[in-house]
Structures are given as structure tokens and as C-alpha cells.
């Protein structure tokens, strides 16, 4: 009997040392938002401590509000500091001048509203990358995609209820504009049969990026057409088709529809505006081939990573085609950097960098829209309010661009107009409308957007009878 009880206490040690030391591993590498991680002892860094101290350092200069230095910029006369890179109108070593006879630079899609988000969310979203991380082109699954991030991409989606996941496939690509064309040359492979290639057509006013990169690849599977209603009335053009439809759109905010039907066109969502910052969200997207970019999620357009959502599996195994064959996968450091960076969208509710860039671009509308509602020579697209499956409520307007037209009958270059008042857009022919359009970015830095807002003051000021701003 004695002997009985002592193996039943040995055996009661064991297990408490077990689950002690699975307690003790999981306190180092487990942590309690549902993210695997490394604890070190004592918080004591290895290889990666001069790393990080860089990075830190280059952190903290502030380059008075007005600049940014990176690890990878100029460095300064000591030959080790990186020096202040100045936003645009601003100068001197720590950026603080302003300078006086500045253009406001509406030009570019360049989302950097979305910096302030990201400095409140350093330590989150920060990535040590070691010397040799995943030198291989390919996961140990012999994929090219990160399984990892490929769920996180799903999980944002289900967060911002802009689009359904379930049942279908996703492709990685260089950005948005890589998937664009591996998107039109799969589906011109999927009415092989026609004697004719395939028309790729985009309602005016479009992204010319469709244009361009169409007639760039252009081979004897596909080529532009330009808008619907340019299609030859025969049978083959008005079926075999391939159509953009950006919702919402670029540049004018407007939520779309196809507008070309048939047994053979197909369509292509361009939705890389589709998040609850820049448009209300009717309902959850659930087409047969979208297309989003993290230019546009997160504001890191320079990571160049996008993502397609595809519902056949031979369109979904041609457009992985066409990525192998162009660049045999996507970097794995971007890939990297994607996961962390959608690891800290979805920390919490998953609703803070939704709740913070719908604030900021609302703000913003509203203040531009105020301007131009003084003038007679100007007026801005209009955008009703609408109910948002994200917000559960009716929400109003807070689009990427501005889309300004001139109303005097001899201003028919607006983009001149601005350009005289030291506004740089881009011109609505860019877009293939008339270039009494211009588009105005809102997307930049809050010194661009208010550089914007003085210039725009004093161009509505100088008009006869405005009200004085």
C-alpha cells in the first residue's frame, strides 16, 4: 500500500512538473492578445539589439513636426545620422521653414494621412528582419504565398464586412497594379475559342493605369477598347469582353456597376478604395474576381503588396501563373511586413484604424467641400449618404479625391486654372474625361492637405461677389 502511494505521488510530481514547464515555455513565447511571440528572459535582446537601437534613434528625431528621417535615407555631415527629409513646402536641417511661395502638390494618391496612425502603433507594427530570413523563392508547402498572412487577409475582411472570403480563392501580387493585368490575361484565356481578342473596356472616367498596362502587355489574347460604349454592335465584341469597374471609382468616389452583360464579359472589381475610410459600405463584395491593394488599407503604397479574391479555380491558377512567370512569387520580406502590419489592424475590435482614418478623410471633406461651396467658378462632385454595413448606420461622404470642375465657359483646361492659384492636379484627360476636370488628392500628409486648403482660400477670395473666407 505504501509503495502504491509513493509511485501515485511520483507520478502527481511529473505531471505538475510538466504543466510547469509547458506554463514557463508559454510565458515566454505565448502572449495574451492571441499572438505568438518571443519573450527573452529579462527582456535581454541578441543579434537583433543594434538593430533595434538604430531604429529607435532614427525614431526620435523629430525634425520639428514638419519631416521624417528613415534608416535608409541621407545621412548627415557626421556620416552617421540620417538627416530630416522635409515635407513638401517646408525646409531647413530640422524642417521647421516654411516656404512662402509653395504649390500645394495635390497630384499624387500618396496615402501618408495615414502616418500618425502608425506612430501611435510603433511597437506593433515594428519588424526585425533577420540576415537570413526565408532566403528560399519558396514556403516549405512549395507555395509562393504566405498561409499565415493569406488568413489575416481573410479576418480584416470579415472585421470590415467589405467583402466575403468564404469559398474562394486569394493571389498575392506587386501591388494592385501587378494583379490588374494577371487579371485580364486569365480571363482572356477563358473564351479561348474566339476568333477575336478580347475587348478590355473601363467607363470615362477610369484609372488610366487600365489603359496603359493593357496596351503595354497587350497580346493577341486581349486588347484596349477604352469606354463601353465604344464596342462594335457585332456579336463577338459585345461578348467577348473584359471590363474595369472601380468602386468606388478613381477619381470621383462614386460607388459602380458593370456596365457591359453577355454570356462571355466578364468583369474585374478594382476595389481598392472599398474600406470604410474612403466609401460606406452597402454590403459585403461577393464577385467572381476583385482586387484590393494594402496601399489603400494600411497607406504603405510603398510595400508594393496587393491581393486578389477569386472565385474560379482555373482563373485563380492562371493569374498564380502569371505571377510565377513574372516574378517567381512575391518578396518574402513584403510578405512579412503585410502580416505584421494586418496583425496590428486586427489587434482589439479590429476597428481602430477604420474609426481613426474615416474621422480623418470625413474632416477632410468637409472642410474642402465648405471652400468650394463659396464659389461660383468651381464645383465638386457630389456623393449622398449612405448606409454602411461597417458602421451599422447612414454615414455621409469621405472620398480619396476631389473631383473639381471649372464652370466658367472659357476655363476648359481646369488644371491650368489650379495651376495659376500654385495647386498642382491631375488633369481630367489623365482619367479620359475633358480637362474642365481635375482631380485633387486628399490622401497626402496633413501639411499637403492644408497647404491645399490655404491655396484653395485664396482662389475662392479673389472671385467677384464670393463671401469673404
Known amino acids: 500500500m505504501g509503495e502504491a502511494m509513493q509511485g501515485f505521488a511520483y507520478a502527481i510530481c511529473l505531471l505538475l512538473s510538466v504543466l510547469l514547464n509547458i506554463l514557463l515555455v508559454g510565458n515566454i513565447l505565448y502572449g495574451g492578445d492571441g499572438e505568438w511571440r518571443l519573450r527573452l528572459p529579462n527582456g535581454e535582446l541578441k543579434w537583433s539589439q543594434d538593430a533595434a537601437a538604430a531604429a529607435e534613434a532614427v525614431a526620435a528625431l523629430q525634425c520639428s513636426g514638419h519631416g521624417i528621417a528613415f534608416l535608409d535615407g541621407e545621412i548627415g555631415d557626421d556620416g552617421v545620422t540620417p538627416v530630416c527629409e522635409c515635407h513638401t513646402c517646408y525646409s531647413g536641417s530640422d524642417c521647421s521653414l516654411l516656404l512662402p511661395d509653395c504649390f500645394a502638390d495635390a497630384d499624387s494618391g500618396d496615402p501618408l494621412f495615414l502616418e500618425p496612425f502608425w506612430v501611435q502603433n510603433a511597437a506593433s507594427s515594428a519588424v526585425v528582419v533577420s540576415g537570413w530570413h526565408r532566403m528560399s523563392y519558396s514556403f516549405p508547402d512549395s507555395s509562393i504565398f504566405s498561409q499565415q498572412l493569406e488568413n489575416h487577409i481573410r479576418k480584416v475582411h470579415a472585421i470590415a464586412r467589405n467583402a466575403i472570403t468564404d469559398g474562394k480563392y486569394i493571389v498575392f501580387g506587386v501591388g494592385s497594379t501587378q494583379l490588374c493585368n494577371a487579371a485580364v490575361y486569365a480571363l482572356s484565356l477563358e473564351n479561348s475559342s474566339s476568333l477575336s481578342p478580347a475587348k478590355v473596356v473601363a467607363k470615362i472616367p477610369f484609372y488610366p493605369l487600365y489603359k496603359m498596362q493593357t496596351e503595354y502587355f497587350e497580346t493577341k489574347n486581349y486588347e484596349f477598347e477604352g469606354d463601353p460604349s465604344l464596342l462594335r454592335n457585332d456579336t463577338d ?13 478613381n477619381p470621383d468616389g462614386h460607388l459602380r456597376a458593370p456596365v457591359v452583360g453577355g454570356p462571355f464579359a466578364r468583369t474585374i472589381y478594382d476595389r481598392a478604395y472599398y474600406w470604410p475610410h474612403f466609401t460606406a459600405i452597402p454590403a459585403a463584395a461577393d464577385e467572381d474576381l476583385s482586387i484590393f491593394t494594402i496601399s489603400k488599407l494600411t497607406g504603405h503604397a510603398g510595400s508594393r503588396f496587393g491581393w486578389a479574391i477569386v472565385k474560379d479555380k482555373s482563373v485563380y491558377e492562371n493569374m498564380v501563373a502569371y505571377i510565377r512567370t513574372a516574378e517567381l512569387g512575391i518578396s518574402k520580406e513584403t510578405q512579412l511586413r503585410a502580416l505584421s502590419l494586418l496583425k496590428t489592424v486586427v489587434q482589439g475590435d479590429g476597428r481602430g484604424i477604420f474609426n481613426f482614418s474615416y474621422e480623418k478623410m470625413k474632416n477632410r471633406w468637409e472642410r474642402l467641400s465648405q471652400i468650394i461651396s463659396q464659389s461660383r467658378r468651381f464645383t ?20 480619396a479625391y476631389a473631383w473639381v470642375k471649372c464652370l466658367r465657359e472659357e476655363e476648359t483646361d481646369c488644371g491650368a486654372v489650379l495651376e495659376a492659384a500654385k495647386i498642382i492636379g491631375r488633369a481630367g484627360s489623365m482619367f479620359s474625361a475633358e480637362d474642365r476636370y481635375v482631380r485633387l488628392s486628399l490622401l497626402k500628409r496633413d501639411d499637403d492637405f492644408e497647404q491645399l486648403l490655404a491655396r484653395l482660400r485664396e482662389l475662392v477670395a479673389i472671385e467677384d461677389g464670393a463671401k469673404t473666407m
Do not use: D, H, M
Not at 449622398?384 to 455621409?396: A, D, L, T, V
Open 237 to 249: 465584341a459585345a461578348g467577348n469582353v473584359i471590363e474595369f469597374v472601380t468602386s468606388p471609382n
Open 380 to 399: 465638386l462632385q457630389e456623393i449622398s449618404p449612405n448606409y454602411c454595413n461597417f458602421f451599422e448606420k447612414i454615414r455621409g461622404p469621405s472620398p
